[in-house]
């Protein structure tokens, strides 16, 4: 039982582990250095540098998970290790791509004769300790020959792990997943913030959420960081106002244009990710704008 | 270590419940019979029919705990007890009341010599297994006298619980909770919304529900509750689109215009449920007018 992970990342690094712990013997490849060594403690994964060694130390119809950011470094990748692999290797994309470009690359692999899962992938760095959820997206035979590994990775052998459908559909999955996830946490923020903002009641944000998690309906795991973070630093002002946004939520709010079903409150966390980047500025400044020459109000100038 | 409960509906009958099982002696009170007699297999709760009878009931400093609908219920139980109530007993509002009526309710109560605590309670009907969580405003000295019925209605005794802030910072927590709920439940639905409008990839929502619960990011007591249901009806095809709301979301949104903090993903999602309500048909009507007006669009007639 063995497979080779490709990026050794915060997320490949640590499937690495858990599949090695798991009993799995594991070629993890990265062309970096450090994040080589930083693995050389895990007994049970060997380390290689290039694509060749890893698909050299793999015997058999060999399983490789991909573990890049999606985009021009997963495509990169499979360009080089294509040439390396033979008939009846499969492929499991663990990145967060576009379902479609999932639903093409399964086409493509296959006629080549090669097996390929889209596999969204949740837990961030605290899947090592409590395990990944998957969604698998492929052909049954494809998720069976992953199966063994899919039953480390995930919380226990039996869940947290599915076979979604065909191609595209975990990785669809996974974009979904993240939509809900940027409507929950925009919902988090924006509580937490109005209870900072009345200030006469002096709440303790840190102790609030900490009791929310006990027995009331928005216990989540998203508050649970809300609590941990807000007991270190209830204020925040190091942190600038800014939040990045990485694909998946974009995706969603395409996808409900492209559906016609309304996706309100997932746009509406997208858009204010896009605000927070600076991205209403322009608008901003012509609605001060237009606010003076309509009505004389002052614009504060920079 | 006694309390009177007003108020057997679910909440209050269930938590009613919960304090016997914990050692309480509980006084349940309701003007209806199917209410009283629902509860007569409680060991631990007697049921009294009046506030006369409640009050007769309790020796010594009473604490009473109102669990009614916020509102004219509310208003009407105080009025009538209040009379019978006597310096030094503890009113508990477990209602979702307005906090800013609480803080006037406080004051009004203090000025007769009586404690009073806004208690924001979450948990709903599962609240009688796991615990309620339990949100509450008041001196220290009030929430003292009702700390230890609060330890036994808590998921446990130390957690789950918190003394916020002065009057008024119970219902204000618990208005902000419901504010995130109103999000997050958004969030979910629009999510689970989309998969099913992917036709193609013919997802098993209440699988992929369950999937998400281990190790995924959105995991969460509201999908829990999501899992349960889409695994026994995922078209939900009897249920009527329409979403009723109550105030609580409407306060938050009230309360993000007073501050000038912006909600968007709370107010959007209270926003959705008045157009389930059919709030948006007005409008729907006019525009669809008018793109038949500018541009001989065709108008579907009822």
């Known amino acids: 039982m063995e497979l080779g992970i490709v990026g050794?990342?915060?997320?490949?690094?640590?499937?690495?582990?858990?599949?090695?712990?798991?009993?799995?013997?594991?070629?993890?490849?990265?062309?970096?250095?450090?994040?080589?060594?930083?693995?050389?403690?895990?007994?049970?994964?060997?380390?290689?540098?290039?694509?060749?060694a890893l698909a050299a130390?793999?015997?058999?119809?060999?399983?490789?998970?991909?573990?890049?950011?999606?985009?021009a470094p997963t495509e990169d990748a499979l360009r080089e290790l294509l040439p390396l692999l033979s008939a009846g290797d499969t492929l499991v994309d663990g990145g967060n791509a576009f379902y479609r470009d999932s639903m093409a690359r399964a086409l493509e692999l296959s006629q080549r004769g090669l097996r390929?899962?889209?596999?969204?992938?949740?837990?961030g760095v605290h899947g090592l300790a409590h395990g990944y959820c998957l969604m698998l997206g492929g052909t049954p035979r494809s998720v069976?020959?992953?199966?063994?590994?899919?039953?480390?990775?995930?919380?226990?052998p039996e869940t947290g792990w599915l076979h979604c459908g065909?191609?595209?559909?975990?990785?669809?999955?996974?974009?979904i997943h993240n939509g809900i996830e940027y409507g929950m946490m925009q919902a988090l923020a924006e509580g937490f913030a109005l209870l900072a903002a009345r200030k006469e009641f002096e709440f303790d944000p840190g102790r609030l959420a900490e009791t929310w998690r006990h027995g009331s309906l928005v216990r989540s795991w998203l508050l649970d960081l809300c609590a941990?973070?807000?007991?270190?630093?209830?204020?925040?002002?190091?942190?600038?106002?800014?939040v990045a946004d990485s694909g998946e939520g974009r995706?969603?709010?395409?996808?409900?244009?492209?559906?016609?079903?309304?996706?309100?409150?997932?746009?509406?966390?997208?858009?204010?990710?896009?605000?927070?980047?600076?991205g209403s500025d322009y608008a901003r400044r012509l609605l001060a704008t237009m606010r003076a020459s309509f009505g004389g109000h002052p614009v504060q100038m920079k």
């Not at 130390?57 to 985009?71: F, S, Y």
């Not at 390929?116 to 837990?123: E, K, L, M, T």
């Not at 069976?144 to 226990?156: D, G, T, V």
């Open 8 to 52: 050794m990342g915060r997320m490949g690094a640590g499937m690495a582990r858990r599949l090695a712990r798991g009993g799995a013997r594991v070629i993890a490849c990265d062309h970096d250095k450090t994040a080589r060594e930083a693995l050389a403690d895990e007994a049970g994964v060997e380390c290689v540098e290039g694509y060749a």
């Open 57 to 71: 130390q793999l015997a058999g119809e060999r399983v490789i998970l991909l573990m890049l950011p999606a985009g």
């Open 116 to 123: 390929y899962i889209d596999a969204g992938v949740s837990g």
């Open 144 to 156: 069976e020959i992953f199966e063994p590994f899919a039953r480390i990775l995930a919380p226990a």
């Open 166 to 175: 065909p191609s595209g559909a975990g990785h669809f999955a996974k974009m």
């Open 228 to 242: 941990e973070i807000l007991k270190q630093d209830e204020d925040l002002e190091s942190v600038a106002p800014v």
């Open 251 to 278: 995706w969603t709010a395409l996808e409900s244009v492209e559906l016609g079903v309304p996706a309100p409150v997932i746009t509406m966390a997208l858009m204010a990710r896009f605000s927070s980047q600076g």
